[in-house]
């Protein structure tokens, strides 16, 4: 099981840490990937970092604002800056039942129950 906290509102230009939180498996069994899914939008990728923890790949709108780390292996953080309107979503966190990475919703196999994040411009 996957379990996100960490979201919230915040204006546009703060930030927001997201957490995702296994029970279970740990981390360094499987990759891990964010994705978000706004009102009326179908859900799409975010970022994803490996099981080994050594690559991540983000979608490039939030490249350079959006941080994945693993500080445990069974916790995963989104670090999220300079937060724009468009990030608005409801973002949840997934495990792939193999090391490398996705980029598709159907390539991951756990899924968290998501975290509101509402920027305000």
């Known amino acids: 099981q996957l379990a996100e906290s960490g979201g919230g509102s915040v204006q546009a230009g703060d930030s927001l840490s997201l957490s995702c939180r296994a029970s279970g498996r740990t981390f360094s069994t499987f990759a891990t990937g964010w994705f978000r899914q706004a009102p009326g939008k179908e859900r799409e990728f975010v970022a994803a970092i490996s099981g080994a923890g050594g690559s991540t790949y983000y979608r490039p709108s939030v490249k350079g604002r959006f941080s994945l780390t693993r500080d445990s292996a069974k916790t995963v953080y989104l670090q999220m800056n300079n937060l724009k309107p468009e990030d608005t979503a409801r973002y949840y966190c997934?495990?792939?039942?193999?090391?490398?990475?996705?980029?598709?919703?159907?390539?991951?196999?756990?899924w968290g129950q998501g975290t509101q994040v509402t920027v305000s411009s």
């Open positions: 997934a495990g792939k039942l193999c090391r490398d990475y996705g980029l598709t919703t159907d390539q991951y196999d756990y």
